[in-house]
């Protein structure tokens, strides 16, 4: 496997290589370069040549190149969700839905492309005022393991739908399907140079894209820690962020809630990507009044998951690395013997290869116990009295990603949304993310918004012109 750089692969400059593990079995399936800041260096210098070409493209024209992306990525489907599944260890039937809904992100980019415009006004005594948007120059992404197809489309569709160029640093546990896509939109037509991707570690590499100064702005999704020391090594080049930092999702179940559509809602979600996902459901907040019948439905829901190796029939596939699963058995231990919590299924780690760690039920959980994510398969339930309470449970972590509500009263619904201090609120769904929607957080879950209409703020710039009457 080779880098992919202004349009052709080929091998880092270091010359040095890092495995790629399947989680499913921790045999190594491929190896990519092990890219440092020369690396970054010879994208940024293709990325400079390109951004000027690319940014010079009619609109019509970077619409039907996104659009030939998308359709590439579809015929692809298959063979895409099986190497995402082999690399991630996502069950293959999530890995399709990731791919599938990756293709349609360059396809809504691609129809956003004749939106990226700015504002008009005739200023009495001054003159015409029109304020143009400008593309950044060169973009930077860095992508994580957890959903690497879809956030790669997030971050490269947005900044090539605004006429940048882009250099993109996949992580280090699951780059080759990024790899690939990148091929894919080559193919269809972005020029060479304007979308690169440099493998390696994120200590080197990243770091490397961070700190270069002629990246003009940096998308980041990660966790919180590296999303600090991503800011303060920017911070020198004055580049713009766009920091999406993982979430504390409250998921809250009211009394009157449809309890079976709840506890279905609760069990996809929580358990969806083995728990990876930033805004998944990560603490659920139960009605007292309810909330023995919801344990007793969730268990007896998560005791039919089937858990394995993603390609075969599973709903549950491995914890994507090592270390994902110790981070995770240890905040299990942590809460059952400090006694914050009563374990009801699961809470331990799978025998033989692989990071598979089971589907984990607690109740009775304390929320001081969970006020940092657990970004794994674990339901802790928080039983709460009021819907006063549940709100301020919601809001009592740093986080502000995502929440749901789970309701049928108007009233109910409108004021948790309202007091629920997050970027997103869902009533009676959760972790639903069609492009339209931007999406984003607010504390310590980050700043700056993908998808929606808010991108084009942060993929672009406004620059005014005066012209005097
Ligand atoms: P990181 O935040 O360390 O990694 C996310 C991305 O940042 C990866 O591409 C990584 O590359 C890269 N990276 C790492 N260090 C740097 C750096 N100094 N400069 C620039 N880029 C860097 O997350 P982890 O993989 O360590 O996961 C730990 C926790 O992060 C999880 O338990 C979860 O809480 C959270 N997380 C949240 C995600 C979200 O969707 N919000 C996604 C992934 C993790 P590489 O992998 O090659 O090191």
């Not at 390109?50 to 298959?78: C, F, M, Y």
């Not at 700056?448 to 991108?455: P, T």
Request: net charge negative.
């Amino acid at each position: 496997m080779q880098m992919f750089l202004d349009g052709s692969g080929r091998d880092s400059l270091s010359g040095s290589t890092l495995p790629v593990y399947n989680p499913a079995t921790g045999t190594v399936i491929d190896t990519v370069p092990a890219g440092n800041a020369d690396d970054v260096a010879a994208a940024v210098a293709a990325a400079e040549t390109a951004r000027t070409k690319w940014a010079g493209v009619s609109q019509a024209d970077k619409s039907r190149i996104l659009i030939a992306a998308g359709a590439l990525i579809r015929e692809e489907a298959n063979t895409l969700a099986t190497l995402l599944t082999t690399e991630q260890g996502k069950p293959f039937r999530e890995a399709k839905d990731e791919i599938l809904g990756t293709a349609h992100i360059f396809e809504y980019y691609a129809s956003m492309t004749g939106s990226i415009r700015g504002d008009a006004a005739v200023l009495p005594k001054y003159g015409y005022m029109n304020v143009v948007r400008k593309p950044l120059g060169i973009c930077g992404a860095i992508v994580p393991w957890n959903m690497p197809a879809i956030i790669f489309g997030w971050k490269a569709g947005a900044a090539l739908a605004c006429g940048n160029a882009v250099v993109v640093k996949p992580s280090e546990t699951a780059p080759l399907t990024v790899l690939r896509l990148a091929e894919l939109l080559t193919a269809a037509g972005v020029p060479g140079g304007a979308l690169n991707v440099v493998t390696g570690s994120g200590a080197v590499a990243g770091n490397a894209v961070v700190r270069n100064a002629d990246i003009r702005h940096v998308s980041f999704t990660g966790s919180v820690a590296t999303g600090r020391a991503v800011s303060l090594a920017a911070a020198p080049t004055l580049k713009k962020l766009t920091l999406e930092l993982g979430g504390n999702d409250a998921f809250i179940v009211a009394a009157d809630a449809d309890l079976d559509a709840a506890v279905a809602g609760a069990v996809r979600n929580r358990f969806y990507n083995c728990g990876q996902v930033c805004t998944s459901a990560k603490r659920i907040l139960v009605d007292a009044g309810c909330v023995d019948e919801f344990v007793r439905k969730a268990k007896a829901a998560i005791e039919k998951l089937v858990v394995g190796n993603g390609l075969e029939k599973v709903n549950m596939g491995p914890l994507n690395n090592p270390g994902q699963r110790d981070a995770v058995a240890s905040a299990v231990d942590r809460i059952v013997q400090e006694e914050c919590g009563r374990l009801i299924f699961g809470g331990k780690k799978q025998e033989g290869p692989g990071n598979f760690y089971a589907p984990t039920l607690l109740s009775d959980v304390s929320p001081d116990a969970v006020s940092e994510e657990i970004f794994g398969p674990v339901m802790p339930v928080i039983p709460f009295a009021t819907l006063d309470e549940a709100v301020e449970i919601a809001n009592s972590t740093p986080y502000g990603l995502g929440a749901s509500i789970w309701t049928k009263n108007i009233t109910t619904a409108c004021t948790a949304a309202e007091q629920i201090r997050s970027g997103v609120v869902w009533v009676n769904r959760h972790l639903i993310l069609p492009p339209e929607i931007p999406f984003g957080g607010t504390g310590n879950s980050g700043y700056g918004r993908e998808n929606g209409r808010e991108f084009i703020y942060e993929y672009t710039e406004p620059k005014s012109i005066l012209i005097g009457l």
